[in-house]
């Protein structure tokens, strides 16, 4: 029996089968969306960085949210694990530390949704070397 | 469905399996098993990346690190390190010639960096057996939109629009031949897919048909409800078993779904395609000569006029395409015949394949606007070459086939 039976039919499974690649998609121009980084190094695995970054990318999912979750090394905030850096378009990164899955649906839906900061900001006290 | 939250692109081009690619998969795969992240990481097997030099090629996603010359052993150290501890292993990544650093983006590497591509648009991001990624990536729209929104004329018009012409070698434009074919009456008539690919050391058409088949598909079948033909034949060389599989699988895979078959989108239109081999000679990839060995007589050319237009396939009106000229149809259809236009020319506007195939210090497929003036070309060669380590300056440019 065929699945697609009309244009509707083609229209509504793509919908459904764009989050197979959206993985993908996304991944090719980060810059346009919000990009979350999850410090995954020993310290912040043994603090649960790794359910942090489960969290994310299920609750981006569900809502529907485009953007790139990643995981990068540690951050050197080893006292305030799991830490993630959250970058919006165009704005400056910002990182919070000891993040639980309270705190990660916090910043979701105050600080990613709404621009307004949230408790657990770990103050940018670093300049990187180009 | 499980949700994954990185996933592994191999290539599963021809060059990069013939360098232990399978190996490299299954590798991944059992070091995915090891560490617990199966449900976590998905492994896709993608068509060639293009740049087979370098291969074979592994590419993280979504933090798209693009690892080269990637060998079966290597898998558990990328698993470890990358995805488990989130580091990039350093020694596998690109490294820049010009400036000495690894490059793990391949978005920053000279050899993408000026590259534009339209055919290409799939190969080394979706998995070829899989329609459902096909479709996820607007696949097969360009059919619904044609059969359910346009009259054939108009699908006509905006082939011709775009300036899209014949990548088999003729340059002929591409709209003016299906209107020609459309406009010979017949109760029968035929679409057939030239993929002899006989030039020596060419391999676009190859690589499109392994690394996303069903784009091919979809532009037969496009080209069926413009001309008024329900059967489309590819002609392949018997040399080509990846793409041969990968083609039988996508035209399963059509059928199953209901893109291929009878009544397409509801919409009474039927349209099917099969298979047809070649021994591999070169002339047969000349039109006539592959409808004369399609009909099971010798592999000859035959003096045009007629034209396959109004005598072809068993003497019916048949439009013979080249498979990068039909990977080009859906874009133009979705996007409007504008989105091949990036040069100010008038003819030739879209962009080419250049293969590099051979005995240069890289090689791999390049995309280029077809109508990039000359002076650029070769200043933009230059670029690729010299970062691709060459050590003599790009001197020559050959625009036909080596044929
Ligand atoms: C000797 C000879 C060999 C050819 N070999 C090929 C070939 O391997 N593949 C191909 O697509 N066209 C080949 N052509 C061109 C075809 O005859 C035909 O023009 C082309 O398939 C039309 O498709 P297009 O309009 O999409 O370019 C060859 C022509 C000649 C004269
Ligand atoms: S075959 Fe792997 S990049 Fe071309």
């Known amino acids: 029996m065929a699945k697609v039976k009309t244009l509707d039919d083609l229209r509504k499974m793509k919908d459904q089968l764009k989050s197979k690649i959206s993985l993908r998609e996304n991944g090719e121009n980060p810059e346009s969306m919000v990009q979350i980084k999850v410090s995954m190094s020993t310290c912040g695995?043994?603090?649960?960085?790794?359910?942090?970054?489960?969290?994310?990318?299920?609750?981006?999912?569900?809502?529907?949210?485009?953007?790139?979750?990643?995981?990068?090394?540690c951050m050197g905030y080893c006292y305030a694990e799991p830490t993630i850096e959250v970058t919006k378009p165009g704005?400056?990164?910002?990182?919070?530390?000891?993040?639980?899955?309270?705190?990660?649906?916090?910043?979701?839906?105050?600080?990613?949704?709404?621009?307004?900061?949230?408790?657990?900001?770990?103050?940018?006290?670093?300049?990187?070397?180009? | 469905m499980g949700k994954f939250k990185s996933h592994i692109l191999v290539c599963g081009g021809t060059g990069c399996?013939?360098?232990?690619?399978?190996?490299?998969?299954?590798?991944?795969?059992?070091?995915?098993?090891?560490?617990?992240?199966?449900?976590?990481?998905?492994?896709?097997?993608?068509?060639?990346?293009?740049?087979?030099?370098?291969?074979?090629?592994?590419?993280?996603?979504?933090?798209?690190?693009?690892?080269?010359?990637?060998?079966?052993?290597?898998?558990?150290?990328?698993?470890?390190?990358?995805?488990?501890?989130?580091?990039k292993v350093e020694r596998l990544l690109y490294l820049d010639p010009e400036t000495k650093e690894r490059i793990s983006d391949s978005k920053h590497m000279g050899f993408y960096k000026k590259q534009y591509r339209i055919a290409l648009r799939n190969c080394g991001f979706i998995n070829p057996e899989n329609i459902d990624e096909y479709i996820a990536r607007d696949g097969y729209a360009a059919l619904g939109k044609a059969l359910v929104d346009m009259q054939p004329d108009a699908v006509i018009q905006m082939i011709k629009a775009s300036g899209l012409r014949g990548r088999g070698g003729g340059g002929f434009p591409t709209g003016l031949k299906w209107e020609l074919t459309r406009k010979s009456v017949a109760d029968q008539k035929y679409v057939v897919c030239n993929a002899d690919e006989g030039d020596p050391g060419a391999f676009m058409d190859r690589s499109i048909l392994e690394g996303d088949p069903h784009s091919v598909l979809e532009a037969m079948a496009i080209c069926g409800y413009c001309i008024g033909a329900d059967t489309g034949l590819i002609y392949i060389r018997a040399e080509y078993p990846l793409a041969i599989q990968r083609l039988k699988t996508a035209i399963d895979q059509a059928r199953d779904y209901g893109v291929l078959g009878n009544d397409i989108f509801g919409t009474g239109f039927n349209f099917d395609v099969e298979i047809r081999y070649g021994a591999g000679a070169f002339v047969?990839?000349?039109?006539?000569?592959?409808i004369?060995?399609?009909?099971?007589?010798?592999?000859?050319?035959?003096?045009?006029?007629?034209?396959?237009?109004?005598?072809?396939?068993?003497?019916?009106?048949?439009?013979?395409?080249?498979?990068?000229?039909?990977?080009?149809?859906?874009?133009?259809?979705?996007?409007?015949?504008?989105?091949?236009?990036?040069?100010?020319?008038?003819?030739?506007?879209?962009?080419?394949?250049?293969?590099?195939?051979?005995?240069?210090?890289?090689?791999?497929?390049?995309r280029y606007p077809w109508a990039l003036p000359c002076a650029k070309l070769f200043l933009i060669l230059a670029e690729v070459s010299k970062a691709?380590?060459?050590?003599?300056?790009?001197?020559?440019?050959?625009?036909?086939?080596?044929a």
């Open chain 2, 17 to 87: 399996r013939a360098s232990r690619g399978e190996e490299i998969v299954e590798n991944l795969q059992a070091a995915l098993q090891e560490n617990g992240l199966h449900k976590e990481v998905q492994v896709v097997r993608t068509g060639c990346f293009g740049f087979c030099e370098k291969g074979p090629v592994v590419k993280m996603v979504p933090d798209n690190t693009f690892y080269v010359h990637v060998e079966p052993e290597d898998a558990s150290e990328l698993v470890l390190e990358h995805m488990v501890k989130g580091r």
């Open chain 2, 388 to 402: 691709a380590k060459s050590s003599r300056p790009c001197r020559r440019v050959d625009l036909r086939g080596a």
């Open chain 1, 45 to 73: 695995i043994a603090s649960g960085a790794k359910e942090i970054m489960g969290f994310f990318v299920d609750e981006f999912d569900n809502q529907g949210l485009d953007a790139v979750v990643t995981q990068t090394g």
């Open chain 2, 292 to 366: 004369h060995s399609m009909e099971g007589l010798r592999g000859e050319p035959t003096v045009k006029p007629p034209f396959p237009a109004e005598r072809g396939y068993k003497d019916k009106p048949t439009n013979v395409n080249n498979v990068e000229t039909l990977a080009n149809i859906a874009p133009i259809l979705l996007k409007g015949s504008e989105c091949s236009v990036r040069s100010v020319m008038k003819r030739a506007k879209e962009p080419r394949f250049l293969p590099w195939p051979g005995r240069s210090t890289m090689w791999g497929l390049l």
């Open chain 1, 91 to 130: 704005e400056k990164p910002l990182v919070f530390g000891n993040v639980t899955t309270d705190k990660a649906m916090e910043i979701i839906e105050k600080y990613i949704k709404e621009g307004e900061l949230v408790d657990g900001i770990i103050p940018d006290s670093y300049e990187t070397i180009e």
């Open chain 2, 284 to 290: 047969c990839g000349e039109e006539t000569a592959l």
